[in-house]
């Protein structure tokens, strides 16, 4: 049997149900999170716990748990379902009121949902690189929130798939901002290019640990604006996600990246980031080697 976790309670999946006027239903109003488990452990959940509290922090919810609880909640919602490789998904919505746009004026409690999936490393992938597609960043202005407001990213995927591709590569203008689930990475003479976490993207998680893998094998890195152009003329080109680790991107729009295979700062990046997993998650059974 699978569980959840309603409102800190860990209850049979079949029974997490929610009201039609909780207000993520209706108006997309509350943030989310997604923490990987390898091994039955959780990989940088503090990291992901914290950007849960600034996202609701935000939109003005304050969360009636701390992050130790809900740690603690987690680590018996995965061993109650047995999880070993997956996810755990996270919702915090404003709550149940009667419909109005504005926030409710009396106290509402906020609805914190999760649920846990089962998935495995997407290997393949991982050693042959994925295809990408250009288009138009068309989101608002506040990407930095983990929102669950995802009609653009959701629109966007979408064009990926209808054209058998794995992501988009997302700008605004000639201005190049992430992905639709993910951040995006070039690399040109040796230098590791992506763009600053301001307010056009989300400051993944595994864009940090990466910046931090690169720091301590002294790759230089430059977290900057960079353009169509320079992504086009890109020796090397990645993404990076929680699902999707270190993820060689080897064409955009047709054209081919690095000659169609992954370049070796990314298989590096790749393997060294697979360390920092082990360190905190113990041995992954599938290296990635070429
Ligand atoms: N950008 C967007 C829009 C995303 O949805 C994600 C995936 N959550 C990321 C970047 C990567 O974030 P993380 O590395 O924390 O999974």
């Given at each position: ?120 490393r997407p290997v393949d992938s991982m050693r042959s690189g994925v295809k990408t597609i ?26 990926a798939?209808?054209a058998g591709c794995f992501e988009v590569i ?9 992905g639709?689930?993910s951040?995006i990475f070039i690399v ?43 992504l086009k003329?890109a020796d090397e080109c990645f993404l990076t996600s929680?699902t999707s680790e270190v993820m060689p991107i080897v064409e955009i729009d047709g054209n081919k990246i690095s000659n169609g295979i992954p370049g070796p700062i990314t298989r590096k990046l790749q393997e060294?980031f697979g ?13 990635i080697t070429f």
């Open positions: 049997m699978e569980f959840a976790i309603l409102h800190g309670e860990i209850v049979k999946r079949s029974e997490a149900k929610v009201d039609v006027e909780d207000r993520g239903y209706q108006f997309g109003d509350g943030v989310y999170e997604v923490i990987r488990v390898y091994n039955g452990k959780m990989f940088t959940e503090h990291e992901h716990l914290n950007r849960l509290a600034k996202s609701t922090d935000s939109i003005g919810i304050s969360l009636p748990f701390t992050n130790e609880n809900l740690k603690g909640l987690l680590v018996e919602l995965i061993e109650k379902n047995k999880l070993q490789n997956g996810i755990i998904y996270m919702q915090v919505t404003r709550g149940v009121a009667l419909r109005n746009h504005a926030f409710p004026t009396e106290y509402v409690t906020p609805c914190l949902t999760t649920y846990t999936k089962k998935i495995e250009l288009t138009e960043d068309i989101r608002w202005l506040r990407c930095d929130i983990k929102s669950l407001n995802l009609l653009g990213n959701v629109l966007a995927k979408q064009k798939a209808e997302q700008h605004r203008g000639q201005e190049v901002t992430e639709s689930t951040n040109k003479n040796d230098i590791v290019i992506t763009h600053a976490s301001d307010h056009l993207i989300l400051k993944g998680i595994t864009k940090d640990v990466l910046l931090v893998v690169c720091a301590k094998n002294n790759l230089r890195v430059e977290e900057r604006m960079f353009t169509i152009e320079e003329q929680s060294w360390q920092e997993i082990e360190k905190q998650c113990g041995s992954l059974n599938e290296k």
